[in-house]
């Protein structure tokens, strides 16, 4: 028993994810900042991708490696086929394997349906779904040449996919994106599939309203915020570490039998709120 409780302990004080090497793609602000920072607390080295903002991300940089990990920024546009290939194979050239894949970069381009033009509905399929599509195929192709180190991870690899609530909440004015998410559903949950034989996990977390950038307009005036907060049963706007703690759970061997899931980091915004006194 007293052994057993020891085995226990020891296992506890590792680190989650010791030497395990990840990258985080969009890891300069907002949700991907505090995931990226979040993996090196839990031990692994990361690679810091940003597309603008290369000030932001050798920042980002500094705070993980005050952890006493590794890591470097890698600017790459996620949608250009040939810059994701790059940045995989950087990121096996400089820490000798990837264990774990974080396809966060996404943005918004909101407009009425009869405003919105071709070009900001394809910007945001492009970067928010191809771009997902592009660094699992990148990462997959890695963690199949390598295959399961008992030592590191049960899995050979795991991806990450960041949805949203509006995989499954249509979003009036944000055709775009709400697409863009669904679409990375079924992405997800295809991938899964397709990868869980070569012990490769694929999931999805699927945040609601996080303050971030993104959506400043919603949080940050108490108005903004207090109709915000409608949609939020448990009441309070989220934090990116909401969303960085999920993303670390779901890259750990704890949660190694959790394949083609979406977890939902919301508050409760997918539990229809308005049919709590309505309907
Ligand atoms: C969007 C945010 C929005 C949130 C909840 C996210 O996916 O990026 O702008 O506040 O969903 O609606």
Same mark, same amino acid.
């Given at each position: ?38 993996? *090196?607390? $839990? ?7 940003? %597309? ?23 600017? $790459?546009? %996620? ?5 994701? +290939?790059?940045? +995989? ?5 400089? !820490? ?5 894949? %974080? ?17 900001? &509905? ?20 890695? !963690? ?8 590191? @991870?049960?899995?050979? *690899? ?14 009036? =004015?944000?055709?775009?994106?709400? @697409?863009?998410? *669904?679409?990375? @559903? ?32 919603? &949080? ?37 039998? %959790?394949? *083609? ?6 508050? =409760?915004?997918?539990? !229809?709120? =308005? !049919?709590?006194?309505? =309907?």
């Amino acid at each position: 028993m007293a052994e057993k409780a020891d085995e226990h302990r020891r296992a506890m004080s590792v680190p989650l994810l010791k030497g395990q090497k990840a990258l985080v793609t969009g890891a300069n602000s907002g949700i991907g900042l505090a995931t990226a920072v979040a993996l *090196g607390r $839990a031990g692994a080295d990361v690679v810091v991708n940003y %597309v603008t903002g290369a000030e932001e991300a050798d920042d980002v940089v500094g705070q993980i490696k005050d952890l006493g990990v590794q890591a470097y920024a890698h600017e $790459a546009d %996620v949608s250009d086929e040939d810059q994701v +290939v790059a940045m +995989v194979a950087r990121a096996v050239e400089e !820490f000798g394997t990837l264990d774990i894949m %974080v396809a966060n970069a996404g943005l918004q381009r909101d407009a009425p349906l009869t405003d919105m033009t071709l070009a900001q &509905w394809q910007k945001v399929i492009d970067v928010n779904l191809t771009g997902q599509f592009l660094c699992a195929r990148e990462a997959a192709k890695e !963690f199949m040449r390598r295959g399961v180190v008992p030592e590191v @991870s049960r899995a050979a *690899g795991k991806i990450i996919c960041m949805s949203s609530v509006h995989q499954i909440i249509p979003w009036a =004015g944000h055709v775009n994106y709400a @697409s863009s998410k *669904g679409g990375v @559903s079924m992405l997800m949950q295809t991938l899964a599939q397709e990868l869980a034989p070569h012990r490769i996990r694929v999931n999805a977390i699927a945040p609601g309203a996080i303050r971030t950038p993104i959506n400043r307009d919603a &949080w940050s005036t108490p108005a903004a915020e207090a109709d915000l907060l409608r949609l939020i049963p448990y009441g309070r706007v989220g934090d990116p570490d909401d969303i960085a703690n999920a993303v670390v759970a779901m890259a750990s061997d704890l949660l190694d039998y %959790v394949i *083609g899931t979406t977890l939902y980091v919301d508050g =409760g915004m997918t539990l !229809f709120p =308005g !049919f709590a006194t309505g =309907g």
